[in-house]
């Protein structure tokens, strides 16, 4: 979680090296119309988090945080993206526009590649109904395949390869890879996502 500027700018960077978008080139730099749209996604997302997390004790800043909501929000519904704060680590790779969902109270680790099509959600359990937590959480280096379903309290493991469509209702151990509906392990080569946070 971002916790001062200095975790700003190492999310940053870290989402961009895993974007291929590190370092810049002078297109990027000067933004705009050169500047890819879920790369400015990604950038709003982090100084948003930024924003929340560290800078919300004044009413202007408070006002401030509404401001950058919104625009946020506007990208959102441009992209068809449903994604909270606070849930994705550093080295995050959303790549292409397209439907994701993701609920607020999952946790996602470090260098996630995430495609179109994925819902990560809760899901109601048999004996206590519907509860806020009962979300993913997800580990470190994660490859999440087109269409693929995660919902529940369970957990997937560090260096883990979802298939595309796959429906994760269970725990997923580290250095596989699952497929399937409901997903089961198919071999255990696991994801070879692009690392952005360099600590992996």
Not at 35 to 40: F, G, N, S, T
Not at 92 to 114: D, E, M, P, Q, Y
Not at 123 to 137: E, M, Q
Request: charged share 20%; net charge positive.
């Amino acid at each position: 979680m971002i916790q001062s500027k200095a975790d700003l700018d190492y999310y940053i960077e870290s989402d961009l090296k895993s974007l291929g978008c590190y370092p810049l080139t002078w297109k990027l730099k000067l933004g705009g119309v050169f500047c890819p749209a879920i790369w400015q996604f990604q950038i709003k997302l982090r100084k948003l988090e930024y924003q929340n997390n560290c800078r919300k004790n004044s009413f202007v800043q408070k006002i401030y945080f509404y401001l950058k909501y919104k625009s946020y929000e506007r990208f959102s519904m441009k992209f068809n993206f449903s994604i909270p704060i606070n849930v994705f680590g550093p080295g995050l790779c959303i790549c292409h526009v397209g439907t994701l969902i993701v609920n607020g109270n999952a946790k996602v680790g470090s260098n996630c590649r995430i495609h179109a099509g994925v819902n990560i959600g809760n899901s109601a359990s048999l004996d206590k109904g519907w509860v806020p937590d009962n979300t993913p959480t997800i580990g470190n280096n994660v490859y999440i395949g087109p269409g693929a379903k995660l919902f529940g309290k369970i957990k997937i493991g560090d260096n883990v390869a979802i298939g595309a469509n796959a429906v994760v209702n269970k725990d997923v151990s580290d250095h596989v890879t699952v497929a399937g509906i409901p997903a089961k392990v198919i071999n255990t080569k696991g994801s070879n996502v692009i690392h952005g946070d360099s600590r992996f």
